[in-house]
């Protein structure tokens, strides 16, 4: 049972434009919600991350949003850039009570493909 | 700091035979962990660690094991390779005190093809 479902599978944007990849989540216990960036041949890199108690995070042209109704959560890329050409993985995980978690769960990953 | 670090970046073996792969932090971060990433597949947790002697099983545990004698060090060890762990495993490390820290820092990876 997949706990994280992702879409799309690729995405395709001409420069300039917003890139917007979707995820959803079955765990209602799940708190803390990452977007990792990977390059090729290098490791995830955390881009931006929301908890539930707010419905948008906005880090200079990355967005997150969050709708803790429905379960959902999307990142917007604004004026996307080729430079932003990458997979972006969306992950859940449930921070203990020790303030840290260390056991996300993977979305299958967005190939993003910014075009000049 | 260096961050997190893997060794090998490279490693090819056959069917049956038993490696180490190696993982390293210097942050001083208590969690560490370990993920398998194949394609169209994400990454998935293998086993995890929450402190030097304190290990546990993640979503993908068969076929290896894992030990935390330090807190520095995370070794994953294959017992008996199929080409079924033919794969990226990255390993990944987080601080567990700091209020509102919650991120996991990972390597560069280790590819591994099982022939």
């Known amino acids: 049972q997949q706990q994280v479902k992702q879409s799309p599978q690729s995405l395709i944007v001409q420069k300039g434009g917003i890139s917007i990849i979707n995820c959803a989540y079955e765990n209602t216990a799940f708190d803390y919600f990452p977007w990792y960036q990977q390059f090729p041949g290098k490791g995830p890199a955390l881009l931006i991350a929301i908890r539930p108690d707010v419905s948008e995070k906005k880090e200079g042209r990355f967005t997150i949003s969050f709708n803790k109704s429905a379960k959902q959560f999307s990142l917007h890329i604004m004026d996307s850039q080729p430079g932003d050409s990458a997979t972006y993985f969306c992950?859940?995980?449930?921070?203990?009570?020790?303030?840290?978690?260390?056991?996300?769960?993977f979305g299958k990953g967005t190939l993003l493909t910014v075009n000049p | 700091n260096a961050g997190v670090t893997q060794t090998p970046k490279f490693q090819v073996l056959k069917t049956g035979q038993s490696m180490t792969l190696q993982c390293a932090q210097d942050?001083?971060?208590?969690?560490m962990s370990w993920y398998r990433q194949d394609p169209g597949m994400g990454l998935r947790l293998i086993h995890y660690s929450v402190g030097a002697g304190i290990t546990d099983q993640g979503e993908v545990p068969n076929g290896y094991n894992v030990s935390r004698s330090t807190t520095e060090d995370f070794p994953l060890r294959l017992l008996s390779a199929a080409p079924s762990q033919t794969s990226v495993y990255f390993c990944?490390?987080?601080?567990?005190?700091?209020?509102?820290?919650?991120?996991?820092?990972f390597g560069p990876g280790t590819r591994l093809t099982v022939t």
């Open positions: 990944a490390s987080s601080y567990s005190r700091l209020p509102g820290v919650y991120e996991q820092y």
């Open positions: 992950a859940a995980s449930i921070v203990n009570s020790g303030g840290s978690n260390y056991k996300l769960t």
């Open positions: 942050m001083n971060h208590e969690y």
